[in-house]
């Protein structure tokens, strides 16, 4: 049976049998009964796979096997590390199809509604995954987009955004963040820092092109290794963040709920902590969706019970 397919040549073979057979013969010699034009060179290369030492002496039959199938192993993994290339040049290709345009592995987008363009059109091909971390849940103006998404969602896509706790100083980032995590954007808040990240299908990722100035646009990176290393940062962030419902309360939440029990009227308690009664009501319609309250009574029961008040 024949070592070519672990990657040894004929000669390199019929050299190691040889050396194996008769461990104290001469290279010369064996050359001639060999009938190798350059037993040395030939000697050489078995030397450099580690299959002989510099006294000719073979390593055993079980060493020498080791060592090919090891190094046929690596040199598979370089071919399909080759491989993989290929692919990201099929992507490209491919999206270079669909769009019309030059595609390029790293690209610099000028402004946010092309930033959401993009994103939105690859999730219109494929509404596989996307997860995103941002500062806040609700960016003002930004409406036009919801729509979309919503389609998206509908479609299956598997959505996690990750936001700010300091952005629950206003009170309209939670109810907002809650009626997405109902339509099935799952978000979750965090008090890690962090920069604007949004990962589609695992296989673009986008990033803020200036950390200083958030109007300088996005990157759009294609590149597998940068884009596997950004999702697991993100996955890494989002197994140590907490849900909606499982955050203490914040102090804004605090002087609402502590209010609410103190005064018999909304006017008055609103006036208590410095705010309109229209805002003091939807905290309070907040807190009582994040108790599972039916009545302001039964908020203040359950508050009690989880130690709020």
Do not use: C
Not at 110 to 127: C, I, K, N, S
Request: charged share 25%.
């Amino acid at each position: 049976m024949s070592l070519a397919s672990l990657g040894l040549t004929t000669e390199q073979e019929r050299l190691y049998r040889y050396l194996l057979r008769k461990p104290h013969a001469n290279l010369d010699a064996a050359g001639v009964e060999l009938g190798m034009a350059d037993g040395r060179g030939v000697a050489a290369e078995l030397r450099a796979l580690r299959l002989v030492d510099e006294a000719l002496t073979v390593v055993t039959p079980t060493a020498a096997v080791d060592l090919l199938v090891r190094r046929r192993v690596e040199q598979t993994q370089r071919q399909l590390t080759e491989l993989t290339v290929v692919w990201d040049v099929l992507k490209e290709l491919t999206e270079e199809h669909r769009s019309g345009r030059h595609v390029q592995m790293v690209e610099h987008l000028t402004d946010g509604p092309t930033v959401t363009r993009r994103m939105y059109a690859m999730l219109g091909d494929d509404p596989g995954e996307f997860v995103h971390m941002k500062e806040r849940a609700l960016y003002r103006g930004t409406e036009y987009a919801a729509a979309p998404f919503k389609g998206f969602l509908a479609a299956g896509l598997r959505s996690r955004t990750l936001f700010s706790a300091q952005a629950l100083e206003d009170p309209e980032q939670k109810p907002y963040a809650r009626f997405w995590h109902t339509l099935g954007d799952l978000h979750r808040v965090t008090t890690e820092p962090f920069r604007h990240l949004a990962v589609v299908n695992r296989s673009v990722a986008f990033v803020q092109a200036d950390p200083a100035d958030p109007k300088a646009g996005a990157l759009q990176i294609r590149q597998p290794g940068a884009v596997a290393m950004l999702a697991e940062v993100f996955e890494g962030m989002w197994a140590r963040a907490r849900d909606l419902d499982d955050l203490p309360l914040s102090p804004v939440e605090q002087r609402v709920l502590h209010a609410l029990t103190s005064h018999d009227t909304d006017e008055a308690a609103a006036r208590s902590i410095n705010v309109s009664v229209r805002k003091f009501r939807a905290h309070v319609a907040d807190l009582m969706a994040r108790l599972g309250a039916s009545t302001r009574f039964q908020a203040a029961l359950l508050a009690r019970d989880r130690g709020w008040l």
